[in-house]
């Protein structure tokens, strides 16, 4: 009976792998975020990013991300501290967008002031 449990439990186990491989093929790649520029702040210890995330027919938006110069280099991979989300804004709203830095401690976007933390 043992044989028996251990079977049925790989074979659901390998029904579940299956789905969501499958799930992840299909609709894994329906949202695509592109860079369209970064700025440094004044001292260079900061960077803006201006994303046009695009999510197909489910719409999108243009996101404005702080981010810190300070990595850890891994031998595979970099480890990076997570962005500070300044602005979200409406898709395609990127060709428009005014944004330059004030200071380190202050982002301009489209004549709104946002403090960096």
Same mark, same amino acid.
């Given at each position: 009976?043992?044989?028996?449990?251990?079977?049925?439990?790989?074979?659901?186990?390998?029904?579940?792998?299956?789905?969501?491989?499958?799930?992840? /093929?299909?609709? =894994?790649? $329906?949202?695509?975020?592109?860079?369209?520029?970064? !700025? &440094?702040?004044?001292?260079?210890? #900061?960077?803006?990013?201006?994303?046009d995330?695009?999510?197909?027919a /489910?719409?999108? =938006?243009t $996101?404005?991300?702080?981010?810190?110069?300070?990595? !850890? &280099?891994?031998?595979?991979?970099? #480890?990076?501290?997570?962005?500070?989300?300044?602005?979200?804004?409406?898709?395609?709203?990127?060709?428009?967008?005014k944004?330059?830095?004030?200071?380190?401690?202050?982002?301009?976007?489209?004549?709104?002031?946002?403090?960096?933390?």
């Amino acid at each position: 009976t043992s044989k028996i449990a251990a079977s049925v439990f790989c074979a659901l186990m390998t029904a579940f792998i299956l789905f969501f491989a499958f799930i992840m /093929l299909t609709f =894994g790649n $329906i949202g695509q975020n592109t860079v369209i520029k970064s !700025i &440094d702040s004044p001292s260079g210890n #900061l960077y803006v990013q201006v994303v046009d995330s695009d999510q197909g027919a /489910l719409g999108g =938006g243009t $996101i404005v991300d702080v981010y810190e110069k300070r990595e !850890i &280099d891994v031998v595979v991979f970099k #480890l990076k501290d997570k962005p500070q989300r300044i602005y979200v804004g409406e898709w395609g709203e990127f060709d428009n967008i005014k944004i330059h830095w004030k200071d380190d401690n202050y982002l301009v976007v489209n004549s709104v002031e946002y403090e960096i933390k």
